[in-house]
């Protein structure tokens, strides 16, 4: 069974943008130096890991970032840069001067971004020749973009893109954005990395605002096994060609778009997580606060006793009731329902009657498992995503050795 | 392998406590009904889930202890009671009233714990004939302690006892305990449960701090997958026939060694945790404060990617400092070291060199991995006590259907 979300049919690229990916040598054989640029000095805004372990690469952007004049993103796989200590700055800082002097600008108008194994030093030859024919490679053609999507995977298992074609405040415009991540997984192999692209404006402080939003419903919703890396980072980037947006109900539209494209994304990695026999969807409703609900969902997702019942196609009501009763939030039990593929199975405080194999039957038929958690009757509502924990997940990550 | 701490050689009984375990017909074959009762009206406290779901019997005893007049203790296995609404909330009373009415005392002054499927009815017709036969046969013996340790387990694979005898102010005595638990189990087969009993006298006020002190450092510590149950809970009991103990250097006394022994029962959960070829014991150092040390082990020891790098004995240094880097306490990664079983893996904010198949046979001779975590030169220290995460682990928690 897989997954119907990703698709890279329908790309629409955004203007403004060209991208590249290439091997320079820091894996095998896949692509793993990616760039994208941008034909003007452009608006970036970045969410970063909260992770006190921080790649080289994580601290840079956050200097730098949100920046009016953003003139091109380098992105390598297959090495984090992380726990490299002062080599480690100084490599980076020499990616993005790379970058700057072939194209012509200041270091500090380069993004980066690293994902990998963590605590060996980049090997800085490779990275330095690979930028040169990355950017001499650039393009603005579907196959550039998906070079560059290919160029910051590690152990995916499919490209994750999600485009999107909307008009707002009468103009017509594009979020096309690129994710990579399924689990903290590999030995070090860290991180979750997203790239979201719009040809309109946004002024640096407005990008940051709504991207900042976008990510807290949608890649701070998800979760394959909790481990936060130490190179999580979403970008967003805003060609200063497009279309300006100011306007406030403008400035929405824009953001519960960008919120869709990040949902659309995020969505993806954990039905990519290591293997991961189904996508887990958690509504949680009713508290009084979002927070409430959030943390509930949270625990839930997070519960391995609910993730192997999933796996086993097992409508274990009684691991997701519990899961939430010790979420730490304050709800009523008496007013608690819960719903598995749509199913009820528990009502008012106690099980209710359902026939065990016609559930059993219905997670085993679908990908993605809804459970909907109902607490009370608040405005309070969460979604979370996670996978599945099986028997490939613990042989892959056990079975390799450092 | 198997751990060395599941002991029942040495037992020595507490005076003033009588034992029985009996097989009632909640479970298909093994012991399922158990009673623990004191010669005398004795000191009972205990701490119990902080689950929001918790079992009729948690409620009921969270209602009458503290208390200097226990009469007796009923546990059942096979039924959690939780989930049951009113009805089961009438059972549990039914229960604690036919121990009263046979033995001549007050419902009130009897403890009930129950484990097990939880969402379904007690069949009291068994519970109520089995209370009479179980009070029949209660004696004194070493053979009247096991069979009522049995009547506790559920999917153990071990007895989980312990038992010490000290000096204390002059006067000699016991503290014995028995526990159960590994991980929330089965289906919903919930619950560490633990039962410690002491022929020192104690008030019940002293008994309520010292053994909260003590289930803070032992059994608040440890996890198989964080799953906290709907029935958890610990229970001292204190013969009133006992010595007394009130000067605070005696109380001092006791409380430590009512610690050791919390932490002897506590670390053989995680040890007979589902599938688990490893006990995980993380020692995190240098906070400025405790807590601060338990929310970075706390974090760890939920990490999957510890876990599973435990169970391919993978000296994966990178998970786990990224684990202590999330868990949300600021430490100083450049004054962070780890040791894996003795070995230096890291130092100073990075990975120094070591020979990896020396660590990684370590690891493999040795049931217990010990992670230590110093992350500067404060004061504050934490330990916990978790499994490993195997494939027999995901097998046994999806593969069975309710």
């Given at each position: 069974m897989t997954d119907p979300t990703h698709e890279t049919d329908e790309l629409q690229l955004p203007f403004g943008f060209q991208f590249s990916g290439i091997h320079c040598g820091l894996k095998e054989s896949a692509n793993d130096l990616s760039v994208i640029l941008c034909d003007a000095p452009s608006t970036a805004a970045g969410v970063y890991t909260q992770n006190l372990v921080r790649a080289a690469s994580i601290d840079w952007n956050r200097n730098i970032?949100?920046?009016?004049?953003?003139?091109?993103?380098?992105?390598?796989?297959?090495?984090?840069?992380?726990?490299?200590?002062?080599?480690?700055?100084?490599?980076?800082?020499?990616?993005?001067?790379?970058?700057?002097?072939?194209?012509?600008?200041?270091?500090?108008?380069?993004?980066?971004?690293?994902?990998?194994?963590?605590?060996?030093?980049?090997?800085?030859?490779?990275?330095?020749?690979?930028?040169?024919?990355?950017?001499?490679?650039?393009?603005?053609?579907?196959q550039d973009f998906l070079n560059a999507v290919d160029g910051m995977m590690t152990t995916d298992r499919f490209r994750k893109t999600h485009s999107q074609s909307l008009t707002i405040g009468g103009s017509h415009g594009v979020i096309t954005g690129m994710a990579k991540g399924a689990g903290m997984i590999g030995p070090n192999m860290a991180t979750m990395l997203a790239v979201v692209m719009t040809d309109w404006y946004l002024p640096p402080k407005v990008a940051d605002r709504v991207l900042k939003k976008a990510v807290d419903a949608s890649f701070n919703c998800i979760s394959v096994e909790g481990h936060t890396s130490t190179n999580d980072a979403v970008l967003l980037l805003s060609s200063s060609g497009g279309r300006p947006i100011h306007q406030t109900e403008q400035i929405q539209a824009f953001e519960a778009a960008l919120t869709d494209s990040c949902i659309a994304l995020a969505r993806q990695i954990p039905s990519d997580g290591e293997g991961a026999s189904h996508l887990i969807e958690i509504h949680v409703r009713g508290t009084q606060e979002n927070r409430e609900a959030d943390r509930i969902a949270r625990t839930v997702a997070n519960s391995a006793l609910v993730k192997t019942a999933i796996t086993g196609t097992d409508p274990n009501w009684g691991r997701i009731i519990s899961a939430a009763g010790y979420a730490g939030v304050d709800f009523n039990i008496e007013t608690t329902s819960l719903q598995l593929n749509g199913h009820g199975l528990f009502e008012a405080g106690q099980p209710i009657p359902f026939d065990a194999t016609v559930v059993s039957d219905a997670l085993s038929s679908s990908f993605t498992s809804l459970i909907e958690l109902q607490v009370g009757s608040g405005p309070g509502q969460a979604t979370h995503w996670t996978s599945d924990l099986t028997v490939d997940y613990v042989r892959l990550n056990s079975e390799y050795t450092t």
């Open positions: 970032t949100p920046t009016p004049s953003i003139r091109a993103l380098v992105i390598n796989s297959g090495n984090a840069n992380a726990c490299t200590g002062d080599q480690g700055v100084r490599d980076n800082a020499e990616m993005a001067a790379t970058v700057a002097k072939t194209i012509g600008c200041e270091p500090e108008q380069i993004a980066t971004l690293s994902t990998g194994i963590i605590g060996h030093p980049l090997p800085m030859d490779r990275i330095t020749s690979g930028i040169q024919t990355a950017l001499a490679e650039a393009g603005s053609e579907r």
